[in-house]
């Protein structure tokens, strides 16, 4: 069966980088986008960022622009979040997901529209 498995996270400061790494399996993922959610205490979980598999093209939600970087080794059925300049705020449980399902940006934003899911890793961002 597919699965998604997360790594990299941790207990880093203020101004830290950390690499998140998601390894997909058990399917073929040649045609899925993959992307990041993630989901602070008592808030929702939310869109972080994905890159579609048609032609690489990236999205990501305003408050991690310039900071955060998605990418993707298809050989591999890998996707990494490289993520800079953390702030408290990015404290959270990061979701790797992939779809097969969308093509416009505001597809990729809701989690209905993606068919497998990471049991997440922790982040926390604290001094």
């Known amino acids: 069966q597919v699965q998604l498995v997360e790594s990299g996270g941790g207990l880093v400061q203020p101004g830290d980088s950390l690499r998140l790494s998601c390894a997909a399996s058990?399917?073929?993922?040649?045609?899925?986008?993959m992307g990041w959610f993630r989901q602070a205490p008592g808030k929702e979980r939310e869109f972080v960022s994905v890159i579609r598999w048609i032609d690489g093209r990236t999205y990501y939600r305003d408050s991690v622009k310039g900071r955060f970087t998605i990418s993707r080794d298809s050989a591999k059925n890998t996707v990494d979040l490289q993520m800079n300049s953390l702030k408290p705020e990015d404290t959270a449980v990061y979701y790797c997901?992939?779809?097969?399902?969308?093509?416009?940006?505001?597809?990729?934003?809701?989690?209905?529209?993606?068919?497998?899911w990471g049991q997440g890793t922790q982040v926390t961002v604290s001094s």
């Open positions: 058990g399917g073929t993922f040649s045609r899925y986008s």
């Open positions: 997901a992939v779809t097969s399902r969308c093509s416009a940006y505001a597809c990729y934003g809701s989690q209905g529209a993606y068919d497998y």
